[in-house]
């Protein structure tokens, strides 16, 4: 295999790769937090730098071109700002509060159509993004036993908080240093490694693992791959594990509906649901009570989140929501209101008008990966982060996660950048070829 294929060529891909690489670095700075804001604003700027310099002596592939995918982005997010600043005039909070609230905007919302827009306006390989996250990767496994070790010889769960918290963040846990932690819910130890809680761990495992299936080297898919997995298994998050099956399940039918065995099985699958519909209600219903009881105390306290947040979001601001984020009662442990569920959050803090700003980009996002799947190898690694992100949007908010799974978006915007390549071209063309021979030698046959 050719190692010089996975080198860094350019600017953003030397920069992205360091910042995947030095993760582990950073966080022991608790760095990690500020690190994607940077960078992303940083490559913001080169864009703008290379599209205002560019001239026909440009080459191709350093020129910046315009995408309708990362365009709705910018545009949701936007909406999204707007839906902020109306919300906390809506609710007359100070001046001071919008500022704040704006800047947060800049590190969290925004982010997602930046990285977006960087993948999709500058030349960014998947395999480089691939081999970086299994470098991570490797670096993470060689940690993990030592992360185990340490609650068996009793060895401080947190370290510290870094001074960078100064700067501004949501909270401290967003800069802090741990090897471990112990939830409210079970005395047994849970493994959070760079995130800053254990289930966002495991989604962040989610995110790298659909990177590392992104390289062509088995032994590096294998150490990625491995990675992940262990970091899914000793997160303990329930919503990892069941994305590990489903999204690679869903991106397989999904970007094979050109292909007549998907029909067959899906009509196979149909079918036999039809039939069997009142046995797999009770199946479903009691998994459900299987997920549920695994962590009771914290389902329920996602579900009074999910209640309080709806049920003030119809009755005090349905359209443009509260405008800030409000610490909740006792019974929910005075988590933030919405925190844990990306469409609730949504409508507590920006109302109907945030919801749909988020829902629009990416059920475009959506319908082109799926057409996009089903001919370019980049796509479908896009169409699995965009399940994946869909998917924890139900169990995470996805705004102040960000800066931890910001080299999925990448991947995204480097398959908004591709062009649409039916799959029924081929098939076309060659339908047209032997239809346009038969003519010509009917023609010369009649002659």
């Known amino acids: 295999m050719d190692t010089s294929a996975y080198t860094p060529q350019n600017l953003e891909e030397r920069l992205i790769w360091k910042a995947i690489t030095g993760t582990w670095v950073v966080y022991l700075f608790g760095g990690l937090y500020l690190l994607a804001p940077l960078v992303g604003w940083y490559l913001v700027c080169v864009i703008l730098w290379r599209a205002y310099t560019q001239n026909e002596l440009t080459p191709s592939r350093q020129r910046v071109r315009v995408f309708i995918g990362p365009l709705i982005w910018i545009a949701g997010m936007l909406v999204l700002l707007l839906a902020l600043i109306l919300g906390h005039i809506d609710f007359n909070l100070p001046v001071s509060q919008i500022t704040k609230s704006s800047i947060g905007w800049v590190k969290g919302w925004a982010l997602i159509a930046v990285f977006i827009t960087i993948g999709a306006c500058l030349d960014i390989r998947p395999r480089v993004l691939a081999r970086a996250g ?12 030592i992360f185990q070790i340490a609650p068996l010889i009793h060895l401080p769960g947190h ?12 909270g401290p846990e967003f800069f802090s240093v741990d090897l471990y932690s112990v939830g409210y819910d079970s005395p047994n130890a849970r493994w959070s490694f760079f995130s800053p809680w254990a289930p966002a761990a495991g989604m962040v495992a989610n995110v790298y693992l659909i990177l590392a299936l992104q390289d062509r080297s088995l032994k590096w898919r294998i150490i990625g791959i491995g990675s992940c997995f262990c970091i899914c298994w000793t997160s303990q998050s329930r919503l990892a594990l069941i994305a590990l099956v489903a999204v690679p399940a869903l991106t397989s039918a999904l970007s094979g509906l050109t292909r007549p065995r998907v029909f067959l099985a899906s009509a196979f699958v149909t079918t036999t649901a039809g039939l069997m519909i009142e046995q797999l209600n009770d199946l479903m219903d009691a998994a459900n009570a299987k997920f549920v009881a695994a962590r009771a105390a914290s389902s329920r306290v996602r579900a009074t989140l ?3 947040a709806w049920q003030r979001w119809q009755d005090e601001a349905p359209i443009f929501g509260h405008g800030a984020v409000e610490r909740g009662p006792h019974i929910v442990e005075y988590m933030p209101i919405g925190s844990h569920h990306t469409w609730y959050g949504l409508l507590f803090v920006k109302g109907a008008v945030g919801f749909a700003a988020l829902a629009v980009p990416m059920f475009a996002s959506f319908v082109e990966l799926i057409m996009k799947a089903q001919t370019s190898r980049t ?6 982060m965009m399940l994946t992100l869909l998917l924890y949007t139900f169990g995470e908010n996805l705004e102040i996660l960000v800066y931890q799974f910001w080299p999925g978006l990448l991947l995204i915007g480097r398959a908004s950048r591709q062009h649409f390549h039916s799959p029924f071209g081929k098939a076309f063309q060659s339908l047209t070829h032997s239809g346009a021979a038969s003519y010509e030698h009917n023609q010369q046959f009649h002659a």
């Open 159 to 170: 370290f510290y908080v870094s001074p960078l918290f100064m700067l501004g963040g949501p």
């Open 379 to 384: 796509a479908r690694g896009g169409l699995a």
């Open 134 to 145: 299994n470098l991570l990767a490797l670096q993470t496994l060689c940690l993990i036993p």
């Open 306 to 308: 999910g209640r309080i």
